[in-house]
């Protein structure tokens, strides 16, 4: 089944741990990226990926790395978490290359920072 | 500054009747538009979408509508059902940058479809 999966699914944790979303796509695809959803926001982009080895900021890049090593992964860190990290986070991939190819997301992970 | 608004946060509608989703947007260089679904604990999913070079796009029971003198879309549900009820997501990008690279979102519609 094509599909993206993230994990965890929920997570708590404290206020400058390190921690890693996974994101893996059984796709092919060459485009990921992360997403945050807050309450009033809507989503928003925290980074983005076009192929293997290239990615780029999206509008909330801040307190966030990325790496894309190899097509199918595509982690978010969180090198020092904090509250206003809250939030539920999803993953998406698509072909790429074509804007007639949308987004496939991931079913979110929801993270909580105290 | 939102580039894509949703201003209304909900709507209800009784089964089998229309429902309709709107979205105005700001930036005059979007040129794709695409509405995603989203139901609770789920991912979004890919509703419809519709080029800037159109003003109608229909997907069975759904039709995105195109107005770009006013920057203004709507979805319409007929008739609605209440699997329908989702959260809507209306989303927009410029072509000319890899769509994909840069799609803004708006807020979401709660949609809410009663039997």
């Known amino acids: 089944e094509a599909q993206v999966t993230q994990n965890p699914r929920y997570l708590i944790t404290v206020t400058g741990k390190k921690l890693t979303v996974t994101c893996s796509q059984n796709m092919n695809h060459e485009y990921m990226s992360w997403y945050r959803q807050d309450p009033g926001l809507g989503l928003r982009q925290i980074y983005y990926s076009m192929n293997v080895e290239v990615t780029d900021k999206g509008d909330v890049p801040e307190g966030y790395k990325v790496s894309r090593k190899e097509k199918r992964n595509f982690p978010l860190i969180l090198e020092s978490p904090s509250p206003n990290q809250t939030s539920l986070y999803f993953c998406a991939s698509s072909p790429g290359g074509s804007y007639n190819s949308p987004l496939h997301f991931g079913n979110g992970t929801r993270l909580t920072v105290t | 500054d939102q580039q894509v608004k949703q201003n209304s946060p909900s709507l209800s509608v009784q089964e089998g009747r229309i429902s309709i989703l709107n979205c105005d947007y700001t930036?005059?260089?979007?040129?794709?538009f695409l509405w995603y679904k989203k139901y609770p604990a789920e991912g979004p999913t890919f509703l419809i979408s519709i080029s800037s070079i159109k003003d109608k796009n229909e997907d069975g029971r759904f039709t995105v509508f195109l107005n770009k003198s006013a920057k203004h879309l709507s979805l319409h549900i007929v008739p609605s059902q209440p699997g329908d009820s989702a959260v809507y997501f209306c989303a927009a990008s410029q072509s000319n940058t890899g769509a994909n690279s840069k799609l803004t979102f708006g807020k979401g519609i709660t949609l809410s479809v009663r039997p």
């Open positions: 930036n005059s260089m979007f040129d794709y």
